[in-house]
């Protein structure tokens, strides 16, 4: 705990540092800037104190005090002047000091009301520059050893000023000096605290912020493991109804086979004894043997399909021709398509994709099943009857399979959801919303991949894009 606190705080100081580092060179500029500008200044006093005696000479010295602040304002704005910046901060305050310090020799040494101007210098270091305690104290005895200097250099070739005069000034120096510290010591020690306490708040900000990207990314990463197990629920849901619905399938398709055994062998019975039906019964009989033959295969047909469909199957995927596919789905809903819907198929001829025949089944039947109940809810006028289109096509080792209806289509704002679990635009009741969940799972599975293109009242049409290879 204590090697933490340490630690942090060693941060926080020279964080600190370097923030003053670069605030000290904002300051300094601003110090030159003030010596430019209210250094000549000063000789408005000069001729109103010392008239024409010393006003041209105090005018040279102040101009070049001036000068010389602006070259150090100038250099401050380079990469060289820059890194010089520990010394150069020093010697703009001093600069002036010393200038007011060879004016005070010049005039009335230690009873020189010029005094008063570096007690200006002095409380400029303490209220412009931002120095550290150790640099104002310094500053201010230099300050003070330039009066001293001054005003003993004075005292050489001419007499002491009244006693209560040097006390005076002295007095005003020192206490000046004592203000400047005292006053530097609190503000340094103001500025320290309220950089450390933004410090802590910078700190503790981008620790929250990393804490709610956290959180972001782990409410995803929730998120989508919440949708794979819902997806992974659905799909145990429907291999569970696909198994029950298979083993209760067995029973039924293993009773209907018998019985339609019995009936092929009949058929066969009666073929042999068509030569003794008379001549001009001979074609009623062969026609109604063809009637009951065409629908025994028929009902053989159904049932191999629906042993297909509801045999737990592995994913393994194989060269499936397309018009089986189509034709195993159309068995299966051709209750509905009766008579109800004009069917139109377009497909190329021994087109094969590469896919599981079982799960590519389920697809149509979705697919086709969805278009049934589309087209139920658009009236249809001006001679247009419902219909669905099955075509195929093949290009560049792609072969395509869609599935089109003039239905009313599909709103904009649920195109971005339709492929989503549980997502329905069905009355309660009506459908799960998951037929395109699974038929888009199938898709991916097979290495392919479904897409959607329609337009509201006029059509909806789903492309199947599978590779022509495994």
């Given at each position: 705990?204590?090697?933490?606190?340490?630690?942090?705080?060693?941060?926080?100081?020279?964080?600190?540092?370097?923030?003053?580092?670069?605030?000290?060179?904002?300051?300094?500029?601003v110090g030159c800037a003030l010596v430019v500008f209210l250094m000549p200044l000063g000789s408005l006093?000069?001729?109103?104190?010392?008239?024409?005696?010393?006003?041209?000479?105090?005018?040279?010295?102040?101009?070049?005090?001036?000068?010389?602040?602006?070259?150090?304002?100038?250099?401050?704005?380079?990469?060289?002047?820059?890194?010089?910046?520990?010394?150069?901060?020093?010697?703009?305050?001093?600069?002036?000091?010393?200038?007011?310090?060879?004016?005070?020799?010049?005039?009335?040494?230690?009873?020189?009301?010029?005094?008063?101007?570096?007690?200006?210098?002095?409380?400029?270091?303490?209220?412009?520059?931002?120095?550290?305690?150790?640099?104002?104290?310094?500053?201010?005895?230099?300050?003070?050893?330039?009066?001293?200097?001054?005003?003993?250099?004075?005292?050489?070739?001419?007499?002491?000023?009244?006693?209560?005069?040097?006390?005076?000034?002295?007095?005003?120096?020192?206490?000046?000096?004592?203000?400047?510290?005292?006053?530097?010591?609190?503000?340094?020690?103001?500025?320290?605290?309220?950089?450390?306490?933004?410090?802590?708040?910078?700190?503790?900000?981008?620790?929250?912020?990393?804490?709610?990207?956290?959180?972001?990314?782990?409410?995803?990463?929730?998120?989508?493991?919440?949708?794979?197990?819902?997806?992974?629920?659905?799909?145990?849901?429907?291999?569970?109804?696909?198994?029950?619905?298979?083993?209760?399938?067995?029973?039924?398709?293993?009773?209907?086979?018998?019985?339609?055994?019995?009936?092929?062998?009949?058929?066969?019975?009666?073929?042999?004894?068509?030569?003794?039906?008379?001549?001009?019964?001979?074609?009623?009989?062969?026609?109604?043997?063809?009637?009951?033959?065409?629908?025994?295969?028929?009902?053989?047909?159904?049932?191999?399909?629906?042993?297909?469909?509801?045999?737990?199957?592995?994913?393994?995927?194989?060269?499936?021709?397309?018009?089986?596919?189509?034709?195993?789905?159309?068995?299966?809903?051709?209750?509905?398509?009766?008579?109800?819907?004009?069917?139109?198929?377009?497909?190329?001829?021994?087109?094969?994709?590469?896919?599981?025949?079982?799960?590519?089944?389920?697809?149509?039947?979705?697919?086709?099943?969805?278009?049934?109940?589309?087209?139920?809810?658009?009236?249809?006028?001006?001679?247009?009857?419902?219909?669905?289109?099955?075509?195929?096509?093949?290009?560049?080792?792609?072969?395509?399979?869609?599935?089109?209806?003039?239905?009313?289509?599909?709103?904009?704002?649920?195109?971005?959801?339709?492929?989503?679990?549980?997502?329905?635009?069905?009355?309660?009741?009506?459908?799960?919303?998951?037929?395109?969940?699974?038929?888009?799972?199938?898709?991916?599975?097979?290495?392919?991949?479904?897409?959607?293109?329609?337009?509201?009242?006029?059509?909806?049409?789903?492309?199947?894009?599978?590779?022509?290879?495994?």
């Amino acid at each position: 705990m204590d090697n933490s606190s340490s630690i942090s705080a060693e941060a926080i100081r020279r964080a600190f540092l370097g923030s003053e580092a670069q605030q000290r060179l904002g300051n300094t500029k601003v110090g030159c800037a003030l010596v430019v500008f209210l250094m000549p200044l000063g000789s408005l006093v000069d001729w109103f104190v010392f008239k024409k005696e010393f006003f041209w000479e105090f005018m040279q010295l102040r101009l070049i005090c001036s000068a010389i602040a602006a070259v150090i304002w100038a250099a401050l704005f380079t990469e060289s002047g820059k890194r010089q910046l520990g010394w150069l901060s020093k010697v703009v305050p001093l600069l002036p000091a010393a200038f007011l310090a060879l004016m005070i020799a010049r005039t009335e040494g230690f009873g020189s009301t010029y005094y008063a101007a570096i007690n200006l210098v002095l409380l400029a270091v303490g209220v412009v520059l931002h120095w550290s305690v150790l640099e104002s104290f310094l500053a201010v005895v230099f300050g003070l050893l330039m009066y001293i200097v001054a005003g003993v250099a004075h005292a050489r070739h001419s007499p002491l000023p009244p006693v209560e005069d040097m006390v005076t000034n002295f007095y005003f120096i020192a206490l000046m000096d004592i203000i400047v510290v005292v006053g530097t010591y609190f503000q340094y020690r103001s500025r320290s605290r309220e950089f450390a306490a933004k410090f802590e708040l910078d700190r503790n900000r981008k620790i929250l912020e990393m804490s709610n990207q956290k959180l972001d990314s782990q409410n995803k990463e929730l998120a989508d493991t919440i949708q794979k197990l819902t997806e992974a629920e659905s799909q145990l849901v429907q291999s569970e109804k696909m198994a029950s619905l298979g083993r209760m399938s067995a029973g039924i398709i293993h009773e209907i086979n018998n019985p339609l055994n019995f009936a092929t062998t009949g058929l066969f019975t009666l073929r042999k004894k068509a030569k003794h039906i008379a001549a001009e019964q001979q074609a009623d009989y062969e026609d109604t043997l063809k009637d009951v033959e065409d629908g025994i295969i028929r009902v053989k047909n159904i049932v191999s399909d629906l042993r297909m469909f509801t045999h737990p199957s592995s994913d393994d995927r194989d060269q499936v021709d397309a018009s089986e596919v189509v034709a195993s789905a159309m068995r299966f809903l051709s209750n509905e398509l009766k008579e109800k819907v004009k069917i139109e198929q377009k497909l190329v001829e021994h087109q094969t994709v590469c896919a599981n025949k079982n799960k590519l089944i389920h697809v149509f039947v979705n697919l086709i099943q969805n278009s049934l109940d589309a087209l139920r809810n658009k009236p249809f006028n001006n001679g247009e009857r419902p219909t669905i289109w099955i075509e195929g096509r093949v290009e560049n080792d792609l072969s395509y399979l869609i599935v089109r209806d003039n239905g009313p289509g599909i709103a904009s704002e649920h195109l971005d959801k339709i492929f989503d679990p549980f997502f329905t635009t069905k009355d309660v009741g009506e459908g799960m919303g998951l037929g395109l969940s699974i038929c888009y799972r199938i898709m991916h599975e097979s290495r392919g991949r479904i897409s959607v293109r329609t337009e509201v009242g006029k059509f909806c049409e789903f492309t199947l894009e599978f590779p022509t290879k495994a």
